[in-house]
């Protein structure tokens, strides 16, 4: 296995690799065996493509593969690898990384506008690694979940809470935002739900007694956005 961190661009029609960049990595941090410091989803706003690389940061490049710009972090703690993925609206990008920290960079330069650290509740419970996997966007406001199980809302721009409301069992995925009946809303699931009997089955697989006890139980949260 090869001790880089790449960038890949593949043709669709084809799978032909166009082009593949990798970074020189001061360290790689350790993931368990069935994960990866390459977990998360590049983004791209059509001119440029976006690489989450955990501890070694943020990575732009154009769409031939020249780099443009890179924003380090970390390190972090992410057995699992970090799975946040970058997603860019309106020429500015929002990232994650462990124990729900929120970046806003300018994509066009790396810049960092402001950084939101959230501060844990008494209750912080997780499985598999502090991840968190992203957050959704709409209009001027951010949505994410966090470990001690709260829904937060974030102005985009500033960084600053506009409210949180706390859920049932912490969050590791990303919210989402729709619409029905000409009305916003925002979901998100909190707990592991219908899946913890799947997960401890592929964890016990994978190194039996390491992960004793997957949390069971879970709900989605549905809320009205004005």
Same mark, same amino acid.
């Given at each position: 296995?090869? %001790?880089?961190?790449?960038?890949?661009?593949?043709?669709?029609?084809?799978?032909?690799?166009?082009?593949?960049?990798?970074?020189?990595?001061?360290?790689?941090?350790?993931?368990?065996?069935?994960?990866?410091?390459?977990?998360?989803?590049?983004?791209?706003?059509?001119?440029?493509?976006?690489?989450?690389?955990?501890?070694?940061?943020?990575?732009?490049?154009?769409?031939?593969?020249?780099?443009?710009?890179?924003?380090?972090?970390?390190?972090?703690?992410?057995?699992?690898?970090?799975?946040?993925?970058?997603?860019?609206?309106?020429?500015?990008?929002?990232?994650?990384?462990?124990?729900?920290?929120?970046?806003?960079?300018?994509?066009?330069?790396?810049?960092?506008?402001?950084?939101? %650290?959230?501060?844990?509740?008494?209750?912080?419970?997780?499985?598999?690694?502090?991840?968190?996997?992203?957050?959704?966007?709409?209009?001027?406001?951010?949505?994410?979940?966090?470990?001690?199980?709260?829904?937060?809302?974030?102005?985009? %721009?500033?960084?600053?809470?506009?409210?949180?409301?706390?859920?049932?069992?912490?969050?590791?995925?990303?919210?989402?935002?729709?619409?029905?009946?000409?009305?916003?809303?925002?979901?998100?699931?909190?707990?592991?739900?219908?899946?913890?009997?799947?997960?401890?089955?592929?964890?016990?697989?994978?190194?039996?007694?390491?992960?004793?006890?997957?949390?069971?139980?879970?709900?989605?949260?549905?809320?009205?956005?004005?």
């Amino acid at each position: 296995i090869s %001790k880089e961190l790449a960038a890949v661009a593949v043709d669709e029609s084809t799978g032909r690799i166009l082009w593949r960049r990798t970074v020189p990595a001061e360290r790689i941090e350790a993931t368990h065996q069935i994960g990866s410091p390459a977990t998360s989803t590049p983004a791209s706003d059509g001119r440029r493509v976006f690489v989450f690389f955990g501890s070694h940061g943020l990575v732009a490049y154009d769409l031939e593969g020249t780099q443009l710009w890179e924003h380090r972090f970390g390190p972090f703690r992410d057995e699992f690898g970090a799975g946040s993925s970058p997603i860019v609206v309106d020429g500015i990008m929002y990232i994650t990384t462990s124990y729900n920290h929120v970046y806003a960079l300018d994509a066009a330069t790396g810049q960092e506008f402001w950084h939101y %650290k959230h501060k844990m509740g008494p209750v912080t419970t997780f499985c598999c690694g502090p991840n968190n996997r992203g957050v959704a966007v709409l209009g001027d406001r951010l949505f994410m979940g966090t470990l001690d199980a709260k829904l937060i809302s974030l102005d985009a %721009k500033t960084g600053k809470v506009l409210w949180q409301t706390r859920l049932g069992a912490p969050v590791q995925g990303f919210p989402v935002t729709f619409t029905a009946g000409g009305k916003q809303y925002v979901a998100v699931q909190s707990g592991w739900g219908v899946d913890s009997a799947g997960m401890q089955n592929r964890l016990n697989l994978a190194k039996p007694g390491e992960f004793p006890e997957v949390p069971q139980g879970g709900a989605i949260w549905v809320f009205a956005v004005n």
